[in-house]
DNA sequence: CGATTTTACGAAAACGTTTTCGATTATGTG
DNA sequence: CACATAATCGAAAACGTTTTCGTAAAATCG
């Protein structure tokens, strides 16, 4: 009943743990008779090494730590899929923590994660983070971070993100070309980096482009559950707002969708009166009517190289090796649907 | 730089390692004092017990698994969701693995997290499961398992399931208590036990209703990656198969949504010409228009409830307690919406 | 055949805990 | 004060592996 140890392979062949255990790794200084024993018997036995135990040893888990804000989400469950791909292919379990988009607990599942001492952490941050001394204090005690979507420029660590600014840019000017004149933004909340980016990229593509930037055309929308309802609400409010709109480029492909429920309801056609522009490239939008022009965000793609990176500063850590932080930019693209497709008129 | 042990504790205390470790343990054999001094010093030098001498000494990780057909899906997220969050109540950490629908990779996850000696795992069959007895020689060798969702009834031990055929049954019937007078079934699969009893619960309500029931109004939809577009095309075709179908009991939100966009495209109105009832509840279904009836498939809890079992097993044979087996059926409801709001006649 | 190198093996320490059980000291009782 | 009891402590084994280093036997060589 109880796991096979090397010691029973040791006696029954009465050789000593030692050559067992060498012989299992093939070691060179054990014969190949010997060999063939062992793992011949091992086999039969189904041995198991125990990892409690080569943990102990090896100082390593092979298991990774991953603290994700939500997991219930389209863009990250994506992420999460990439990164556990990987990870598999590597050897690597994966541990998954949820913050909730909240400070506290992300501090908490970090000291968490490091008592368990997990080989590495991967994390996307919470909104509420501001304060990153739980990050340094994590990477002061030698375990590898690395960072992904949303990250904090300040954290001297390895990052995989997309360039939200240049992507916003290229959808707002989507917009332009395609014959907008007054374009709105529903942008995100106020604190990640990542909607501050993609306001960024909305502004200067507007004044790139000859176009004045008006505050009074940019809403918030706080991303949470309700996604979808903000979008309706938001759509409302810019229609009592102004009756000049006629190009919106949105944070999020859920909000997005929304406010194109909302067009729709009030019988504001998409695109003639108003084009869109989503971000992320959820499935849905390829499949709403009008389906909806977007950026596509590659979430899989990010997760796969997030490990990957991590991967490395693990393994340079084991060798000694210096360890070179590495920012790695995933493409994004802007997928070109019906939601935009007005009278061309590029310039 | 390295890690805090009890040892050290031990030695600038001058006292033994033993007492150091009760201490911290709060052991009644150690006085106040010395627990006040160990307690201290631990606390100043941020000593954290090394997880895995722990786990080496308990033979406990404090570690379940988790194995998924799929990660990048409404319901399943909500469910891993749900466990992670009652797992961190008690302590556990969860390791996720992701079987892809394949039998081969899900016996071999089964194996790698047997060998990673987890305390337990927790599983939704893939579809091509039919052989159990990778799961039969998992709890042959004293690891706790329970199964959720898609189950198999054969394998004895503890599952969280819903009932589907009742659902269906329910769906079924709604559409008929709503004047539908020849109602069709979008079925999933063949081989997962669920599909097969939604379609059990379709036929049932049909006969116990004076319908007569027949197979040429079954489609099957492989709900994959391409639900939404499975479901666009068993519309199409049901729509040239028959002219007098209206109503459908969808075995999933998606492939409904999918079957109602086509219907809007074919200037078939919902629900005044043909009604349809979905399954699961996805949040994208009280979202369109018309707005979609379903059948609410409460994820989060199913996620909650099979770590509460599967705790409460592990427990028990902590403390050599009897295990006992139980299956708990989660409620499910009917949501009554827009795409079936027709001239009500209630029998 | 003696010297040297290879080949094959094992003893033992170490990883850091937990827990049993025995020993020592302090306290209480008559 | 003698003795029993209670309060504190620590030695040591155990969990199962990995790896260093030493040694004995076998093979090689001149």
């Not at 255990?21 to 062992?38: G, Q």
Request: proline share 3%; aromatic share 8%; hydrophobic share 40%.
């Amino acid at each position: 009943m109880k796991p096979v140890t090397l010691k029973q392979i040791a006696e029954t062949l009465d050789i000593s743990i030692t050559t067992v255990s060498k012989a299992l790794k093939d070691y060179p200084d054990v014969s190949k008779k010997t060999k063939k024993l062992v793992k011949e018997l091992a086999e039969t036995l189904n041995y198991k090494p125990n990892v409690f135990a080569v943990n102990l040893r090896t100082k390593e888990s092979k298991t990774i730590g991953l603290i994700i804000p939500e997991v219930v989400h389209h863009f990250f469950s994506n992420v999460i899929k990439g990164i556990i791909a990987q990870a598999e292919k590597k050897g690597y379990l994966v541990i998954i923590l949820q913050s909730n988009e909240s400070y506290e607990l992300e501090k908490k599942q970090i000291d968490l994660l490091f008592s368990k001492r997990v080989d590495g952490i991967l994390i996307s941050l919470a909104n509420g983070t501001g304060d990153f001394k739980h990050l340094n204090d994590l990477m002061a005690q030698d375990t590898p971070l690395v960072m992904f979507d949303k990250i904090a420029k300040i954290v001297n660590c390895s990052k995989v993100i997309i360039n939200d600014r240049k992507a916003a840019y290229t959808a707002t000017k989507h917009l332009i070309d395609s014959g907008c004149k007054r374009i709105a933004h529903f942008r995100g909340p106020l604190l990640p980096q990542n909607s501050i980016d993609r306001f960024l990229g909305y502004k200067q593509a507007l004044t790139d482009n000859g176009f004045a930037y008006d505050p009074s055309l940019v809403y918030i929308c706080d991303c949470s559950d309700q996604s979808f309802d903000e979008g309706k609400n938001s759509a409302k409010q810019l229609l009592e707002d102004h009756d000049d709109v006629d190009g919106i480029f949105i944070n999020t492909d859920l909000v997005a969708i929304g406010a194109l429920t909302e067009f729709q309801k009030q019988g504001i056609s998409v695109p003639e009166d108003i084009a869109i522009v989503g971000f992320s490239n959820w499935f849905m939008s390829s499949v709403i009517s009008p389906t909806l022009s977007t950026i596509d965000q590659p979430g899989f793609k990010m997760g796969k190289t997030a490990f990957k990176l991590l991967y490395k500063e693990i393994k340079s850590r084991k060798e000694n090796l210096p360890i070179k932080f590495k920012t790695v930019e995933l493409e994004t693209k802007l997928i070109e649907r019906e939601s935009t497709r007005r009278f061309h008129q590029k310039v």
